[in-house]
């Protein structure tokens, strides 16, 4: 007979947030209010909040209206970089994101996952690193443990799995590069 999953079994005991229940609660309430409402379109007032909670934020860092950071204290961010409508930092993990970048709509970077594999469907968490001038297009996904290398591209909807090469356009799920990334 195969086994099959148990989520009762689930434990996560081992997982630090990285802040007391009092951090990570004021957070969930300011993400709320200034993050993932569409009704503030201020981008340095919500720089100054995630500089407040921790993040390490670059100059000039523009963040639309409806992004959502799980813990800011886990966020470094380059200076010059633009982050998009409805992009979703899950960073249960550090995510470093260098300058120049763009996160374009409905991006995602998702730090965690789950070890399908165990009946407890363990959690797995993993770093995301976007070097310098990457390009995540819109509603495309970064996972756990990938590097995005210098100015690399992840196109429209595709989901990179594994790191992506320096000045490569990267496209698919799982995303394959396609072509080289050629800036005049």
């Given at each position: 007979m195969?086994?099959?999953v148990?989520?009762?079994?689930?434990?996560?005991?081992?997982?630090?947030?990285?802040?007391s229940?009092?951090?990570v609660a004021?957070?969930?309430?300011t993400?709320?209010?200034f993050f993932?409402n569409p009704?503030?379109p201020f981008?340095?007032?919500k720089?100054?909040?995630?500089?407040?909670?921790g993040?390490?934020?670059?100059?000039?860092?523009f963040?639309k209206?409806s992004v959502n950071?799980?813990y800011?204290?886990?966020l470094?961010?380059?200076?010059?970089?633009?982050?998009?409508?409805?992009?979703w930092i899950?960073?249960?993990s550090?995510?470093?994101?260098?300058?120049?970048?763009?996160l374009?709509?409905g991006?995602?970077?998702?730090t965690?996952?789950h070890?399908y594999?165990?009946t407890?469907?363990?959690?797995?968490?993993?770093?995301?690193?976007l070097e310098?001038?990457?390009?995540?297009?819109a509603?495309?996904?970064?996972?756990?443990?990938?590097?995005c290398r210098?100015h690399?591209i992840l196109t429209?909807?595709?989901v990179?799995?594994?790191d992506?090469?320096e000045?490569?356009?990267?496209?698919?799920?799982?995303?394959?590069?396609?072509?080289e990334r050629?800036?005049?």
């Amino acid at each position: 007979m195969r086994k099959k999953v148990n989520n009762q079994s689930f434990n996560n005991a081992w997982f630090n947030k990285g802040g007391s229940v009092v951090k990570v609660a004021l957070w969930y309430l300011t993400n709320t209010l200034f993050f993932k409402n569409p009704l503030n379109p201020f981008s340095k007032i919500k720089v100054l909040l995630l500089r407040l909670f921790g993040a390490k934020v670059g100059e000039n860092v523009f963040i639309k209206p409806s992004v959502n950071i799980k813990y800011p204290w886990r966020l470094v961010v380059g200076s010059h970089t633009w982050i998009g409508e409805n992009v979703w930092i899950d960073n249960l993990s550090e995510v470093k994101i260098g300058a120049h970048c763009c996160l374009s709509q409905g991006a995602m970077l998702l730090t965690g996952n789950h070890n399908y594999k165990k009946t407890s469907f363990d959690l797995i968490v993993g770093e995301i690193t976007l070097e310098d001038g990457v390009w995540i297009g819109a509603q495309a996904i970064v996972t756990a443990g990938v590097t995005c290398r210098s100015h690399s591209i992840l196109t429209v909807k595709s989901v990179a799995t594994k790191d992506l090469g320096e000045y490569t356009i990267n496209q698919g799920n799982p995303a394959i590069n396609v072509k080289e990334r050629i800036i005049e």
